[in-house]
């Protein structure tokens, strides 16, 4: 992937214009990785990612449980 398109991904990404599967693949480019990672730090900074992640997992432990309660 040629660097001189990075920016106009990563824009893509942040305004749901890509599906997960291609964004997958993006991210799977070390250098674009390392790149979106960058940004996603300059725009969300280093406490409001830390939340994001931290709610993003909270998000996924609830759906689990509710996935392993339906099931019982």
């Avoid at 990563?10 to 674009?32: E, H, M, P, W």
Wanted: with cysteine; proline share 0%; charged share 45%.
């Amino acid at each position: 992937m040629n660097k001189k398109f990075y920016e106009t991904i990563y824009d893509c990404i942040v305004t749901g214009q890509v599906s997960s599967d291609r964004i997958a693949k993006y991210l799977k480019n070390k250098g674009f990785y390392n790149y979106w990672k960058k940004r996603k730090e300059e725009v969300y900074g280093q406490k409001e990612q830390r939340e994001l992640d931290e709610s993003m997992k909270e998000s996924f432990r609830q759906r689990d449980e509710r996935k392993k309660n339906e099931m019982e």
